[in-house]
């Protein structure tokens, strides 16, 4: 009888410490500009068709349905973000972003942080111009909203960590980066010693895998997942390491009109390797 009641206690243990790791998966959701070529009420079906509920729309991304070639932009009026969000959600979604965001215009700023005040966002992603770090901190705390600062290739002024560190230090816990691994990788950076330098500071992250360096061809397009040269069971282990609670953006930027069956891909792949 206490051999039993003691190995049902080991069985409890076990539990214990096996279901917060399981109980808190990466959290996936889908950059729109993957579906550019579509409208964002057919990205929604596509991503929806993909098991994915969040989605971080990119600024300019045509609605379609009852808005027509209207764009997802700051000036969106009331009624339209209400329905946004309400459409998202009939396929199970939620619009938790919207970027990359680009202006030297702080009134566009204030703009954006009411748009993700209003459509309850999570973070911004952006490039903020370097002559408006205090302004945009203080609309941050304002509306309790993070930012994500991308790293486009140079000429971007965050193209490398050290930059981007450089700007965050003493700064809101709210600003952070929105880390594509792509571009550091098309720059000539290591990407795993990047993850590990924004430790604690990535807010999400623009996953991707890439293709290697072709002869007479300068960029490296996007591939399936565990294709590519991005090492992406290394780069998973590393973000389970550092106990990652961001999102994990999908960008695919390649086969543009038929892409779910690659992404379906990527996320088979991404299951085998967190099981």
Not at 225 to 240: A, C, H, P, R, T
């Amino acid at each position: 009888m206490k051999r039993h009641i003691l190995t049902l206690w080991l069985m409890v243990i076990t539990c214990l410490i096996v279901l917060p790791l399981s109980a808190k998966p990466l959290k996936i959701s889908m950059q729109s500009y993957t579906f550019h070529k579509f409208t964002l009420m057919e990205a929604f079906e596509k991503t929806a068709s993909l098991g994915i509920h969040y989605i971080e729309v990119y600024p300019g991304h045509k609605l379609g349905g009852e808005w027509g070639k209207q764009t997802f932009c700051i000036n969106m009026d009331q009624t339209t973000r209400k329905k946004l969000m309400e459409k998202a959600a009939s396929y199970g979604i939620t619009i938790i972003a919207t970027g990359v965001f680009v202006s030297d215009d702080i009134a566009e700023w204030q703009q954006l942080f009411q748009l993700a005040h209003d459509m309850k966002m999570e973070y911004i992603t952006c490039e903020p111009p370097l002559t408006l770090w205090d302004e945009v901190e203080k609309l941050s705390r304002r509306y309790n909203v993070k930012v994500a600062v991308h790293n486009h290739p140079k000429p971007s002024d965050y193209w490398t960590p050290k930059n981007l560190l450089h700007k965050l230090e003493g700064r809101s816990k709210l600003l952070g980066a929105c880390a594509d691994v792509g571009h550091w990788k098309r720059e000539g950076l290591d990407h795993m010693q990047c993850l590990k330098q924004m430790k604690g500071r990535i807010v999400s992250i623009h996953f991707k895998d890439i293709e290697a360096v072709r002869e007479g061809k300068q960029w490296q397009d996007d591939t399936i997942w565990g294709k590519g040269i991005l090492q992406v069971s290394d780069m998973v282990s590393l973000l389970q390491q550092q106990k990652f609670k961001g999102y994990l953006t999908i960008e695919y930027e390649n086969n543009w009109y038929n892409s779910v069956p690659d992404i379906q891909q990527c996320l088979d792949y991404l299951s085998t390797i967190l099981h």
